[in-house]
């Protein structure tokens, strides 16, 4: 009894909804972002990987500029959310705590510079090889991004991966104060559903948002976590009081 109203006290719920605004502020700079460099109407005329980056050559310099310094901001500030799920999930299992936490912190280090980044970098390149040499600009873009962007992103979505398996997995087999269907506040299941607005075709608000789906998921993620907060708190009162 002594250790469950020691973890009781532990939690301090104030605490944890600042945490998850916070984190959900910072998605939010991130998605701007991504919508700042994704906003564009593709060349249908090209096919495969150059049909998909091809509205990359008409932003401009300062919208690169911005995205990857809003992403920079964001990616990083969002992740303060998860450190709040994570003191959650801690007194219910330490195993799967410590792999979220882990998973997290790679994120944290990896997700503004290691991604965002490095993929606007990318973008920059691919724009002005155009100009310098177009029969050359892709290949030599996608060696560019082999070299210097994928050894980021592989790290990193491994990290994420952790983290996304840790979250599931707590919250489906109650590991955490939060309903067990509240696992469909995760980010693949938030990826996914913004994911299908490709259908609607190629115009400007769609080519953005399909940049920002990962970045949009992360905000269903936090965002359906800090609506369910008041749920955890009064599961978290059955459980140690």
């Known amino acids: 009894m002594k250790e469950k109203i020691a973890l009781k006290k532990d939690i301090d719920w104030n605490k944890i909804s600042l945490l998850m605004k916070i984190g959900l502020l910072g998605a939010l700079i991130n998605l701007a972002g991504d919508m700042i460099i994704g906003w564009g109407i593709r060349n249908e005329c090209l096919i495969g990987i150059e049909d998909f980056i091809s509205h990359y050559l008409k932003v401009s310099d300062i919208r690169l500029f911005w995205s990857a310094i809003l992403g920079l901001i964001g990616a990083p500030v969002s992740t303060i959310a998860h450190f709040g799920v994570y003191q959650l999930i801690k007194p219910f299992s330490q195993k799967y705590s410590k792999l979220y936490r882990n998973g997290l912190f790679g994120c944290l280090i990896l997700g503004g510079p290691g991604v965002h980044m ?18 050359t600009a892709l290949a030599s873009s996608i060696k560019f991004a082999c070299y210097f962007s994928l050894p980021l992103y592989i790290p990193f979505f491994a990290f994420l991966i952790t983290e996304t398996y840790a979250h599931l997995k707590v919250i489906s087999t109650g590991l955490s104060p939060y309903p067990r269907w509240c696992w469909i506040f995760s980010l693949p299941v938030g990826t996914l559903i913004f994911s299908f607005i490709k259908l609607l075709g190629n115009h400007a608000i769609v080519n953005a948002i399909m940049v920002g789906s990962l970045t949009l998921g992360n905000i269903w993620t936090i965002a359906g976590l800090l609506m369910m907060l008041k749920k955890a708190e009064e599961n978290w009162q059955k459980v140690f009081v």
């Not at 490095?118 to 029969?135: I, L, R």
């Open 118 to 135: 490095s993929s606007v970098a990318t973008a920059f390149f691919y724009k002005y090889m155009t100009v310098v040499s177009p029969n």
